[in-house]
């Protein structure tokens, strides 16, 4: 893009660019979910959307708050929409990535890329929140993610499956979840619920990805377009919140 020409002789100010450095690293390959959280889910398949959201408020909030700060001091004056815009691009070209990450095949590998790809889009969900000045790492986002991310159908349903979630979260620490089940079983469990997560629709879209010869079916399309979706959703949802309130924290 080029500065707005002059008018009536008089000098135009320059149009504001986008900052090619916000966020500042390059984009490479997508984050994945910690190990931590890996083996959690594994653990607790049923709930395996709610431990997402809670770790992504816990762990990518801060860096959500970090972004917004930097970009508003990089860019004096810019809207909420524009960094909004700023970090759904960022998000969205990275779930273009996110469909062959893991560079393994079959069921393990397909399990991994949904999982990377929610990971992902819970990053932009929170980016875009903090865009809006709505606290990223207020309880209530662990909600919005599983209402945005069709999880649940109403934030009443998304607290009390987070309760739950929370819940096992603490028993595990205390005694260790219990049981061992098929590890097919389970993988296969976790799989469906993280493609339901990302918004892969079907996830039989996720399970066809383990049969010889299928093309990459979470592949740049169906990662990119479920991830505009969701960016378009957040936008609507916080540009309406945004009201510079600060809400309570959640402790």
Do not use: C
Request: overall charge positive.
């Amino acid at each position: 893009m080029t500065d707005t020409p002059p008018v009536d002789g008089q000098p135009a100010a320059p149009t504001p660019q986008p900052s090619a450095g916000l966020p500042a690293e390059p984009v490479g390959a997508p984050e994945g979910p910690p190990a931590r959280l890996w083996d959690r889910m594994r653990d607790d398949p049923q709930y395996a959307p709610e431990h997402l959201a809670l770790e992504a408020v816990r762990r990518l909030g801060p860096e959500a708050v970090q972004w917004a700060a930097r970009a508003r001091a990089e860019q004096p004056g810019v809207s909420a929409d524009v960094l909004a815009d700023q970090a759904a691009r960022k998000f969205v070209n990275l779930a273009r990535l996110s469909g062959a990450v893991s560079g393994v095949a079959g069921l393990p590998g397909a399990v991994i890329d949904v999982g990377v790809l929610a990971w992902t889009q819970a990053r932009m969900v929170l980016h875009i929140a903090a865009a809006y000045d709505v606290d990223p790492l207020h309880g209530d986002r662990a909600t919005d993610l599983l209402v945005l991310q069709r999880v649940h159908k109403v934030a009443e349903s998304a607290r009390l499956a987070l309760g739950v979630a929370a819940g096992r979260e603490r028993a595990d620490a205390l005694f260790g979840l219990g049981g061992q089940r098929p590890l097919g079983r389970v993988m296969l469990q976790l799989g469906v619920r993280l493609a339901q997560m990302a918004g892969v629709r079907a996830a039989k879209r996720m399970v066809a990805k383990v049969i010889p010869g299928a093309a990459i079916v979470l592949g740049t399309w169906a990662n990119s377009s479920a991830t505009k979706d969701l960016g378009k959703r957040s936008r609507a949802l916080y540009r309406a919140r945004g009201v510079g309130v600060p809400e309570p924290r959640q402790r």
